[in-house]
């Protein structure tokens, strides 16, 4: 055993001291990467917890600029269907758009309309030539849903299609011309090879921060757990076009984690694989070596976790970020900071320690966009937010993620709780990339990249901490970015 014993800091033990500056929030640029190959326009990312990320927080985030990672408290078959969700729902062009043939009922196409929120299909014959399309309008009313989709729908002849090439803008003149709201496009043969819609021609209008791969489709990340069936649920995910996989456990400087990733690696060469979860700089070196694209950073911050109590382990997450980021740096491999930002100036502050985005689960979990419902509790709106680790989680299938997938009787590492309502997604966002871009002003760096190599932090005592919240008043109107520390 090591005779010294260091200190370790969280966000709340540090400062970031203010320099002089040229640069306003509104000037900032907020872009980062998130893994080797995913750049993102804010560092945000939303935690895979089956309180937080499934495809609409999925979508919502990355359309803010950052990704959201579906969790895997589920099938195979249905995280397959939430990553196809995010991945189908904004395109620039769909380039393997649903379809149904000429024979097919018309109730299928309404099940598939309704289970993929679109509302039209085209219709291709065998050998994959367009004959037709059905919208919702052609089956308005309609009270016999056995009919043939042909006796319904647009026929070719009636049908505006463009050749494979138009360019996005010519799609969209056709789109208003014909007063249609889906664009077919075609090869020489006819052959159906996309499909431009207007509702993605407004979506890339309305949010121009997307963060997107190189088709135009928003960023998706998967969670994988070290479980028997990971290529197989790999597998599966990858025909769906996810971005990366994240292997998530409570500790990722682990052989059964290492050996994931190997076997990720040599079967899944296009794709990121990230790791983690771990606070140290020898993790950070191993887990490099095995040539992972991001890692990620974090054990026992999250407001959800108790596994420091549980188990007397973790590294006080601002020094793990500081540490970790440092060896990473050598590797050219970016660090996400996992777990423990409570306000908008920890994010700052983990960007300025070295990590080139945050994962959050607390702060997103209040919102519309994560699973569940609000509910009222002495009249303030509440969603339930719980940990991975928690006993409920666990047995919902997060067991492996603490190793204990094969014990009779569970020792949580986590808790179950509610947070407040926080509104839409886009509302809470707004407010920390807020805090983002103030933070940098405050300290002359218009880019993250200045940030990690010119901030300079100093340490308080808990009288400066005390100082740093609000204090003697009481507060009678709480703003959007502030929650007390309860
Ligand atoms: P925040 O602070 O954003 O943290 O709510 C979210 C992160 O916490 C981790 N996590 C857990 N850690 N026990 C733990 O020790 C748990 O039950 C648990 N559930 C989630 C996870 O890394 C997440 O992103």
Do not use: W
């Not at 090879?193 to 489709?217: C, N, Q, S, V």
């Amino acid at each position: 055993m090591d005779k010294k014993i260091p200190l370790s800091l969280s966000f709340d033990d540090v400062l970031l001291i203010p320099q002089k500056s040229r640069v306003l929030p509104k000037n900032i640029i907020t872009e980062s990467i998130f893994s080797r190959n995913i750049g993102l326009n804010i560092p945000i990312v939303s935690a895979a917890m089956d309180t937080v990320t499934e495809s609409k927080m999925a979508i919502a985030v990355a359309r803010e600029g950052g990704i959201g990672i579906i969790h895997k408290n589920m099938s195979i078959e249905r995280q397959a269907e939430e990553i196809d969700k995010v991945k189908r729902y904004e395109s620039g062009m769909i380039t393997n758009p649903i379809t149904l043939g000429p024979k097919n009922k018309i109730h299928e196409a309404v099940d598939l309309m309704h289970r993929y929120e679109i509302s039209g299909i085209p219709i291709i014959d065998k050998a994959l030539k367009i004959v037709g399309i059905i919208t919702k309008r052609d089956i308005l009313f309609l009270d016999n849903l056995e009919e043939n989709i042909e006796k319904r729908m647009t026929k070719e002849i009636e049908l505006i299609t463009a050749k494979k090439g138009t360019t996005f803008d010519n799609a969209k003149k056709l789109l208003q011309k014909y007063k249609i709201e889906k664009l077919p496009i075609i090869d020489d043969n006819k052959r159906l090879i996309g499909l431009i819609t207007i509702k993605d021609i407004i979506k890339k209008e309305l949010y121009p921060m997307a963060a997107k791969d190189k088709f135009g489709r928003l960023f998706v990340g998967a969670a994988l757990g070290v479980t028997e069936d990971i290529i197989e649920r790999a597998n599966e995910l990858v025909k769906m076009n996810v971005d990366c996989f994240i292997v998530d456990t409570a500790h990722g400087h682990s052989s059964g984690v290492i050996n994931a990733i190997k076997k990720l690696k040599s079967k899944f060469s296009n794709i990121d694989i990230i790791a983690g979860n771990v606070a140290t700089a020898r993790a950070v070196k191993d887990l490099a070596l095995l040539g992972v694209d991001a890692i990620k950073v974090g054990v026992g911050p999250g407001s959800i976790c108790t596994t420091r109590v549980i188990a007397g382990v973790g590294v006080a997450q601002f020094t793990a970020i500081y540490e970790c980021s440092y060896e990473a740096k050598k590797y050219n491999v970016p660090v996400i900071a996992d777990g423990g930002i409570k306000y908008s100036g920890d994010i700052v502050k983990a960007l300025a320690a070295g990590a080139s985005s945050v994962m959050i689960g607390g702060l997103l979990a209040g919102t519309d966009e994560s699973p569940g419902s609000t509910e009222i509790h002495e009249g303030r709106k509440f969603k339930i937010y719980r940990g991975m680790g928690s006993i409920d989680a666990m047995k919902a299938g997060s067991s492996d993620r603490y190793f204990q997938s094969d014990v009779s009787k569970f020792v949580p590492e986590g808790v179950v709780g509610k947070v407040p309502y926080s509104g839409t997604v886009k509302e809470v966002i707004y407010q920390l990339t807020g805090g983002i871009r103030s933070g940098m002003g405050y300290v002359g760096c218009k880019t993250i990249t200045k940030l990690q190599k010119n901030a300079k932090f100093i340490r308080i005592t808990s009288a400066g901490l005390r100082e740093s919240h609000p204090h003697d008043i009481i507060m009678t109107k709480e703003p959007p970015n502030y929650e007390p520390m309860r």
